[in-house]
């Protein structure tokens, strides 16, 4: 006799309601619950549901899609199968899941809201320690202990290990590209390792009024973080369907993008879901990354004794006028490549330190714009500074894209002389966390078609051999030698302020 028939003889038609509809709710699910009978009837339940334990493939779960149901398409009450890892809606009688339980003998389904696991079509749950690993992959939770340790060279030393036993290295794992996506693979991995951000969002545990875009955010950062997984890489597509649909289809899937757009809409708006304001440091992301920068503007005038056919002359106002602004990340312009290039030249691919197209900031080197004059100090340097490359130009013909090289030190850049602030202001010595470059085919133009986006990520900290670098280009991860990270046309960086203590070796440079 099969555990369904058993269980039809115990409840009798007044344990169980004969009728359900079609979409069946968490409430009703608990309601099940509390008609189960209790006792002797319950232990041998349990041992009846133990029986389907060994049917689970762990090898074919993947919690990373969106929880809908693969019938109705519905993503309220969703159970996943632990058979065969397909998403269906509600266990009841008239539910998907207690069909596919009878049609295809599956009985063993997770509800992925609660994490708790039930065997149907029976409707028992089941309560064993050998299923905690499914649920810690569909739901990982991290404690301070744990997350303190994620920066540190210790965490090189603990590698984990799929279902494969493949090693990887938590925080440093693929994400798929599902289509045209790697533009914003890379930005989400540089946010996440951001320590502060980092913490904040594996710390938390958003189970109330907080948006969709935050909490499938911090679900994501929790997955890449997982020690516990079972393969060693993590598809963004249900955080990045989110995305799509709170952009209006901006940031899409589909198309390529820009990182340095994607960036700033993500800041500004994980800004407000976390219910930030325009006061400083009312959000993790404006404690982290908001800065303030000081910008002076003098007006280009005419001179009035310019006569009708001479050539016109130019006064510069003498009132300055100031303002200071916050910033998020400091836009850096290259000096423009060489026009025409003879065949020696073409061969020379030219280059910049980071300290020249950063004097733009150094308060006395102007730029003139729309009729003024504007100089640039930093009057404030937040914990983690973003800098941007402007890289692409439009004009009115094509997309133009600038190859210069930007020589950098991943180890002590000194920002003291772009700011104007009193003695009292934090340490001004800064090291590279993250590094976003972007490689196409070569020549001038931008071509969206063949570019690659790539980032690489700082492992450990200290330099030396506690500190790592990982390249990683989608599912594609490995280790980089130092010298090899500048060679990239480098679009953005993310630079993390040295603590006071550490000052002694400000100038220790990796190379």
Known sequence: ???????????????????????????????????????????????????????????????????????????????????????????????????????????????LETTKVYVLPDGYPVADPSLEDISFVLSPSFNPVSVASLSTP???????????????????????????????????????????????????????????????????????????????????????QEVNRTSAGKFSLEKQGDPVEFLGWMLNHLHKDMGGTKKKNSSVIFSTFQGEVRMETQQVLVRPDTGAN?????????????????????????????????????????QVSIQSVLAKYDGQKTQESGGQLRRFKCQRLPRYIILHFKRFTKNMFVEEKNPTIVNFPLRGLEFGEYLDAPPTHPSTVYDLVANVTHESSAGTTRDKESTVWKVHLRAGAGGGENEKWFQIQDLIVEEIRKEMIVLGETMLQIWERRPDGALANAMEVDK
């Open 1 to 111: 006799m099969s555990a369904a028939e058993k269980h039809s003889e115990r409840g009798g038609d007044s344990e169980r309601p004969t009728k359900r509809v079609r979409v069946q709710t968490a409430e009703e699910d608990e309601e099940e619950d509390s008609t189960a009978p209790h006792g002797a009837d319950n232990s041998t339940s349990e041992k009846a549901s133990d029986l389907y334990l060994d049917t689970i493939n762990r090898a074919v779960l993947d919690f990373d899609f969106e929880k809908v149901c693969s019938v109705s398409s519905s993503n309220i009450n969703i159970y996943g199968c632990l058979v065969c890892g397909k998403y269906f809606q509600g266990r009841g009688r008239s539910s998907y899941a207690y069909a596919h339980a009878i049609h295809d003998d599956h009985h063993v389904f997770i509800n």
């Open 154 to 240: 210790a965490h090189l030393q603990k590698p984990s290990y799929d279902l494969s036993n493949k090693p990887y290295i938590p925080g440093y794992i693929g994400l798929n590209n599902i289509k045209r996506n790697d533009y914003m693979n890379v930005v989400i991995h540089s946010l996440l390792h951001v320590a502060p951000l980092r913490d904040h969002l594996l710390l938390s545990n958003f189970r109330g009024k907080e948006s969709e875009l935050l909490k499938r955010f911090a679900g994501l950062a929790k997955k890449v973080w997982n020690p516990r997984l079972f393969k060693s890489q993590v598809s963004p597509h249900e955080f990045l």
């Open 310 to 350: 001479d050539k016109p002359r130019f006064d510069i106002d003498r009132e300055i006028k100031s303002a200071v602004s916050p910033f998020l990340f400091l836009a850096v312009d290259l000096p423009p490549p060489p026009l025409f290039q003879d065949a020696v030249e073409k061969n020379i691919i030219p």
